[in-house]
């Protein structure tokens, strides 16, 4: 979208330009706010609700180069393995991942 | 979410479990009153079921080792879920609405959220939401 944005717009900016403003409180009260009227506009006063509750991954979270470190890691680990002739199914399968992995 | 616009009404993001009641907290700062309620198995507890207002009907499933102890709008829901099952059911399954929602939501906007800080994550949740 940000993409988009910056073709459209011939604005330059950078996602973390845009993620910053999250952790701001009134940018929260603004969106919050935002939400209340949408809900007024509509007439949702009175409400059949329904709720639920959904987990999203926070990949960020791992770092993509300390992953991929950690992949190369086992993969060289599984190889020396493999010299000394002690190879196993599960071992085949962390070299694969490190082959097709990111 | 509300069945009729589909909109969500209230939103609440965790770190450890849906149970720590964000999203409740959120409705209190909302204008708007619930007639009834759908949850799953997970909130199948009398003091949750408290939590609503007198007038609201909660629709939920009760779990295997369910008993009667508890507030009387538990024991309220306990017997209609006996009384009238066809018809608390089939108010109970209009939850899908909720699944559905959420998983349009993730073919739209994604999988995962890619932030590192809690009130972040929040906040890049409650604009999805929005």
């Known amino acids: 979208m940000l993409t988009v944005f910056s073709i459209v717009s011939d604005i330059d900016v950078p996602c973390r330009a845009v993620e910053r403003p999250y952790s701001d409180p009134e940018v929260f009260l603004a969106i919050h706010n935002l939400h209340a009227l949408i809900l007024r506009k509509k007439g949702a006063r009175e409400s059949d609700a329904t709720g639920d509750g959904t987990s999203y991954s926070l990949t960020i979270k791992r770092n993509y180069e300390s992953y991929a470190q950690e992949l190369k890691d086992k993969a060289k680990e599984n190889r020396n393995d493999d010299d000394k002739g002690k190879r196993s199914a599960k071992k085949c399968s962390g070299l694969f991942v490190q082959a097709y992995g990111p | ?130």
């Open chain 2, 1 to 130: 979410m509300d069945l009729k616009t589909k909109m969500y009404i209230a939103f609440g993001s965790s770190m450890k479990s849906e149970k720590e009641d964000r999203a409740m907290m959120f409705l209190k700062t909302v204008d708007m009153k619930l007639k009834s309620v759908r949850l799953d198995k997970y909130y199948s507890e009398s003091s949750y079921v408290s939590r609503f207002d007198k007038d609201t009907a909660v629709y939920i499933i009760p779990k295997k080792d369910a008993t009667l102890n508890g507030s009387q709008k538990w024991k309220d829901t306990m017997r209609e879920f006996v009384t009238d099952t066809y018809q608390y059911l089939k108010e109970y399954y209009k939850r899908e609405n909720s699944e559905a929602g959420f998983s349009a939501d993730k073919k739209l906007f994604g999988w995962e959220i890619a932030q590192r800080r809690e009130d972040r994550v929040d906040r890049a949740q409650l604009t999805i939401e929005l």
